[in-house]
């Protein structure tokens, strides 16, 4: 799985869009995108993943650039309750495979 | 939703006793994981299971560690013999067909 890189920390207002950057400049082709966090010691949620196009759920907002070399997820409209550790994390789409998760970013939404 | 869960929520043991962790996995899922996370670290890959047998497992999953699926529904983590740092969150997440994998709200461990 390619590595990725994400800042350690971010700060966001509440009500604002909280954009989180994440750079897989070694992904390859087959490898997708995926997005988890993890609020305080909980387990890992899901939120989105995508391989080229950009996607849009009812959590967030995945935008890929052309090249594939990094990503943004949004939160259009973050509230108190996004305060969590965002992992970015490229992997193969293959059946079964593990969850590598790197050291994230650390989200702090403010009043 | 249909959602993991996992029991106990915490579990308290001295070192050297055997400890099961059960999970029960989203119905009709075929894959199964555990994961762990020590105290201020990253979620750690242990496991994964599927029709009945390992699939992949890392250098943690020593022989220490045993999973089962005992019946059609629990998949459950035996550690026979607790060390202390043993001690850690500990999380079992399924998957279908799909590739996301749901976790369960998972298991603090500590060891004495």
């Known amino acids: 799985d390619a590595k990725t890189t994400q800042p350690t920390s971010m700060d966001c207002a509440e009500g604002r869009a909280a954009n989180l950057p994440c750079n897989h400049s070694t992904i390859s082709g087959n490898e997708y995108v995926y997005w988890y966090r993890q609020i305080h010691s909980q387990g890992p949620q899901y939120i989105i993943h995508g391989l080229k196009n950009n996607e849009t759920n009812e959590m967030a907002s995945l935008i890929i650039t052309e090249d594939r070399k990094s990503s943004t997820l949004i939160l259009p409209h973050a509230t108190l309750r996004d305060t969590a550790v965002y992992y970015c994390i490229v992997r193969w789409e293959t059946s079964g495979s593990r969850l590598t998760f790197g050291e994230g970013t650390q989200l702090t939404v403010n009043p | 939703e249909p959602e993991v869960t996992q029991t106990p929520s915490h579990q308290v043991t001295q070192m050297g006793q055997e400890v099961i962790l059960r999970c029960v996995p989203i119905s009709n899922h075929l894959y199964f994981y555990w994961y762990r996370q020590i105290l201020g670290q990253k979620v750690e890959f242990l496991v994964s299971?599927?029709?009945?047998?390992?699939?992949?497992k890392s250098e943690i999953f020593d022989d220490q560690f045993s999973v089962e699926r005992p019946d059609g529904s629990n998949f459950t983590l035996k550690i026979r013999s607790t060390k202390l740092e043993d001690s850690a969150m500990y999380f079992c997440a399924s998957k279908s067909g799909g590739e996301t994998q749901y976790f369960g709200p998972g298991t603090r461990l500590l060891v004495l």
């Open positions: 299971f599927y029709n009945n047998e390992i699939s992949e």
